[in-house]
């Protein structure tokens, strides 16, 4: 698993799985893994995987939030963490964004964002979308940010540069 070079000696839950009901809870609100620390300090990781076709083989290397769903007139996720970050209910504090090569063996492009102080930036302003994309069959429309226009005091973790390959969590939050 990826995260483990990120942050060793921790151990990672994944409440994906949905076996109880706090871990349906806990996907929905969207953790899809909960990081622990020896220490016992706990933290939410959001995360998404994009196959090369839909990203690399486009020469897309942006991260993206889903803004719309017209055929059910639906606002998603985009609206959904600006409304959890104002009601105090936003629970990833990081963010795991990777880009399949072509074969899908491995990831071409990893990132881990502070996606809480990434969330917060977009909502005062001060980090506006790249693009607003829409998926060819209209199904959807996207907010997608250029990794090179994300500042990298954001991005915890970059496959390629190893940034701050050795910080801990709980330095994260000093």
Not at 1 to 19: A, L, N, R, S
Not at 140 to 154: K, L, T, V
Request: proline share 3%.
């Amino acid at each position: 698993m990826i995260y483990k070079k990120v942050w060793p000696g921790c151990i990672f839950h994944h409440p994906d799985k949905q076996t109880t009901a706090l871990e349906k809870a806990l996907d929905i609100a969207g953790a899809d893994k909960i990081i622990q620390e020896k220490n016992g300090g706990m933290y939410f990781l959001g995360q998404r995987f994009r196959t090369f076709e839909s990203s690399l083989a486009k020469g897309y290397d942006d991260f993206t939030l889903r803004h719309y769903r017209p055929k059910t007139d639906y606002k998603a996720e985009a609206y959904k963490v600006i409304d959890a970050l104002k009601t105090g209910k936003l629970l990833a504090a990081f963010y795991g964004y990777g880009h399949l090569n072509r074969e899908q063996t491995k990831f071409e492009e990893f990132r881990i964002i502070k996606f809480r102080n990434f969330v917060e930036e977009w909502s005062l302003g001060k980090l506006e979308p790249s693009q607003h994309k829409y998926n060819h069959d209209g199904s959807s429309s996207f907010y997608a940010w250029e990794f090179r226009d994300i500042p990298e005091n954001m991005i915890h973790w970059d496959l390629k540069k190893q940034i701050n390959p050795k910080t801990t969590l709980e330095s994260f939050f000093r």
